[in-house]
């Protein structure tokens, strides 16, 4: 299938009909009854992870194929979400030419970070891009200000001169986003029982584009480019001894890797036209290694399962407060209720990022290979019991064969 092999294949078609069916799974409880607040099938949420699924599916291309460690990503992120807001402002609120701007914009400054950080290796490659994603959160924020708004952030007005398209409706308002008319909020809720699905124009423009880019994804991986960064990452040193210079390859391999880093800031200001320069930052850097090394870095839908944990975890598992954990533990007698609400709540709420630390300890300690590794071990383990029990019937079928002779 689109010149994929068999294994491929199923994972490309398992990550479509993740995407596809994703209002069905991320809504497994009736909106009515006290768990619905751990569904996370509404439109915001759902956009977050496949957004930054093609953030963490770039960034495996370079630090998973090369093991380069990057700490600047985030800047081209931001830089992607600057260009595409101003293509708002200046030509169209269709979404289209601000996402075509977003990559080209990210891969120009990223051909220029990765020309100069890539003279080094190591830990001073990853310093070298912390510096430069540190430097741009300062000129964003403080330096640029008559283009990135400062602070503020850079957002859409009444008095943007936009080419095509008007800059106010006839309601007085900013127009909304849209893809060739279809407005990025438009939707429908389908109501079955007690369940709520919702349906959303923006989240399925975005499902489309991750696909689309997990594909080429793929065929990066399966390619001989892909072959040789995997090479860089084995023994550069041996590619040097056969005449190879790997530096070509490093390169064009952290271009692509800001281009999908662009293509995901482009999509955020596609959902929500504000560009701010918090998103440069290093901890949103560190956010998206996090995202790659729980899910399985040098996997294919590795980075896609961290993106979706850890949003998982910043929207739904951080609004359990007090007063949920006493609801739940209501039929308790009140000592030992109040007890256990002490012990838990320190790890859940505002205090998510503590749960987080300790999965991303165990994963690193007991799953080198993140979450991958972990469903291939079940998976064996399902294996192994299927192999066992057919063993033993076929052992247990032997004598009767031999009596009825």
Not at 128 to 156: D, H, K, R
Not at 167 to 194: C, K, N, Q, V, Y
Not at 237 to 245: V, W
């Amino acid at each position: 299938m689109l010149g994929l092999g068999a294994k491929d294949t199923r994972l490309f078609l398992i990550v479509i009909g993740l995407t596809l069916f994703a209002p069905f799974l991320l809504n497994p409880f009736p909106a009515d009854s006290s768990l619905a607040q751990f569904n996370a099938g509404y439109p915001d949420l759902m956009q977050r992870f496949v957004i930054f699924g093609i953030f963490a599916i770039g960034f495996n291309i370079l630090f998973g194929l090369t093991g380069y460690l990057s700490f600047g990503h985030a800047a081209f992120l931001g830089v992607g979400s600057y260009a595409g807001v101003w293509m708002m402002k200046l030509l169209t609120m269709n979404v289209v030419p601000a996402i075509l701007m977003s990559v080209i914009f990210a891969g120009l400054f990223s051909l220029l970070v990765g020309w100069i950080s890539l003279r080094r290796s190591g830990i001073y490659f990853s310093i070298l891009t912390l510096a430069f994603a540190q430097m741009s959160f300062a000129l964003a924020y403080s330096v640029l200000t008559p283009i990135t708004n400062g602070e503020t952030g850079l957002q859409l007005a009444l008095d943007d001169p936009r080419v095509l398209g008007v800059s106010r409706t006839e309601a007085g308002s900013i127009p909304l986003t849209h893809f060739f008319g279809l407005e990025m909020r438009d939707g429908f809720d389908w109501t079955i029982g007690g369940w709520v699905f919702t349906f959303n124009v923006g989240y399925y423009l975005s499902a489309l584009v991750m696909v689309a880019a997990f594909y080429v994804s793929i065929r990066i991986f399966r390619s001989p480019f892909g072959m040789m960064l995997k090479a860089v990452k084995s023994n550069q040193q041996r590619m040097l001894y056969t005449g190879l210079n790997p530096r070509p390859y490093t390169l064009a391999a952290f271009v692509i890797s800001g281009m999908y880093a662009g293509l995901a800031g482009g999509l955020m200001v596609a959902m929500d036209p504000l560009a701010g320069a918090e998103r440069m930052q290093w901890t949103a850097s560190g956010e998206v290694v996090l995202m790659t090394i729980l899910g399985g870095a040098g996997t294919l839908i590795g980075p896609v399962l961290g993106a979706g944990l850890i949003k998982y975890f910043e929207n739904i598992f951080s609004k359990i407060n007090s007063n949920v954990l006493h609801q739940w533990f209501g039929f308790l007698p009140d000592g030992l209720e109040d007890a256990l609400v002490f012990v838990v709540y320190p790890f859940v709420g505002k205090g998510w990022h503590l749960t987080l630390g300790i999965v991303f300890m165990l994963v690193v300690i007991f799953l080198p290979g993140g979450l991958v590794e972990g469903g291939q071990r079940i998976g064996r383990l399902f294996r192994r019991g299927r192999s066992s029990s057919s063993k033993h019937e076929r052992t247990a079928a032997t004598p009767s064969s031999h009596a009825a002779e």
